[in-house]
Each structure stands twice: as C-alpha cells, then as structure tokens.
C-alpha cells in the first residue's frame, strides 16, 4: 500500500535561511508526487509536482524539490525562507492503479523566526 | 475561476443533529473529492466522485456519512447523527483529468465542524 512519511512534525528557521522539508513514500511503481501548502484557515495550494522526466522539479513561490528513486524521497527545498513561508506543508504521493487517490503525510509545520 | 467553494465556512452543532456540507467544483472539472482533517488522523480521503459518480467510498468512517453529486456542480456529505468525534475540517477538491493523473487536484477552503 502507498504511505508517505514527513518526519519532521515542527521546523523552525530564520527568515533567510535555508529550508529542506522531508518527504520519504513507500510506493510500488514510478510514484506520481506532490507537494502542497496550507496556511491557516485555509485549503491547500500545489506548490510542485512531479510525474516524469527531470528529477528536480520548480515551484511557485521559490520551492523546488527532488526526486531521489534510490532513496525513495521527494524533498522539499528553499534557499532562503520569507516570513510568509509560515505554514504546514504536505507531500502527497499517487494515483495509482486506476485510483484517483492520493495519500498525504501528516504535515510539517514550518515557523519562520525573524 | 472561483475555485472550489465550500459552505458553510464554520458549523457548531450539537452531537445528534444532522450536518450537511456543500461543495461547488470549479467548472469543467470530472472528478470531486472529500476529504477529512484532523490532528490525530492527518487529511483522509473519505470518498471521491468521476462523473458525477461516487468511484470509492472506502474512506467513509461509517453508514453516519453519506455523500451525493446531483450535477456536476454539486455536491454534499452528510452526516447523520453527528457525534464529537466527527469534529474536524472537511475539505472537498476538484480536479480534471483530461491531461493524465498527474493532474493537479483543487481544494476549497474547507469546512470547520464542531460537534458539541
């Protein structure tokens, strides 16, 4: 079955600084994956997904993340963290096998200090 | 595009009544999902919907949830009778997939339901 685990439940970081969130899944084939945003009292926002062919996908708002089949992660990065980047962060891993589903860890919340 | 549109935004009720929540997907969208959001639990799909039709409801907790999509532009969960531990955000997504399943799906702001 798909799982997709986030390590890290809290982060937190200066504005400025550098920001890698983890993502690691547990898939049977070529993953399809996503990363989303939520900040509070809100739904979620695609920040960047990949399905195919280059392994180091961009985002909006300066996120990108990297695929890495060998060690089975996605994670998520940011050379320099803006006080709005506050908010919790979700990989997402699927659909497969004819189902639409995705799976979501649990969340990384992130604070950014100033 | 108006995106998803949830209502209402916040419902307080108390453990018995019925609650119904109401989701519009954007337009031109095929496929609409429920989702669940809780601190222990994370963000559960509960059920998703392809034309109008329910595909998988294997995440509805128990007969209490029920969820339909008269037309494509609209959609409801129910719950019936509701008890504090339904207590949660519900959200409802919508996406389309005409380009493939790596098609991006589309959250409204949710539904904040407390149950008393």
């Known amino acids: 079955a798909q799982s997709v685990t986030q390590p890290d439940i809290h982060i937190t970081v200066s504005e400025g600084a550098s920001l890698e969130l983890r993502c690691n899944y547990s898939?049977?084939?070529?993953?399809?994956l996503f990363w989303y945003v939520q900040s509070p009292g809100q739904g979620l926002q695609l920040l960047l997904k990949y399905f195919s062919g280059d392994t180091l996908v961009q985002g909006i708002k300066g996120f990108e993340a990297e695929f890495k089949r060998s060690q089975s992660s996605f994670n998520l990065r940011k050379p320099s963290v803006h006080w709005s980047d506050a908010a919790e962060y979700f990989c997402?891993?699927?659909?497969?096998?004819?189902?639409?589903?995705?799976?979501f860890g649990k969340g990384t919340k992130l604070t950014v200090n100033p | 595009d108006a995106g998803v549109i949830q209502s209402p935004r916040h419902e307080v009720t108390e453990m018995g009544q019925e609650v119904t929540l109401r989701c519009k997907p954007i337009?031109?969208?095929?496929?609409l999902f429920w989702y669940r959001q809780t601190m222990m639990r994370g963000l559960e799909l509960l059920i998703y919907f392809n034309n109008n039709v329910p595909i998988d409801d294997s995440g509805m907790p128990e007969d209490r949830f029920s969820a339909k999509m008269p037309n494509a532009s609209f959609s409801t969960l129910k719950i019936q009778p509701s008890e504090p531990r339904d207590s949660a955000v519900y959200f409802c997504?919508?996406?389309?997939?005409?380009?493939?399943?790596?098609?991006?799906?589309?959250f409204g702001p949710g539904t904040r339901l407390l149950v008393l």
């Open positions: 898939y049977g084939a070529t993953p399809y």
């Open positions: 337009s031109g969208h095929d496929y």
């Open positions: 997402a891993v699927g659909p497969q096998g004819g189902s639409e589903k995705l799976v």
């Open positions: 997504a919508s996406s389309s997939r005409t380009g493939g399943p790596q098609e991006t799906q589309y």
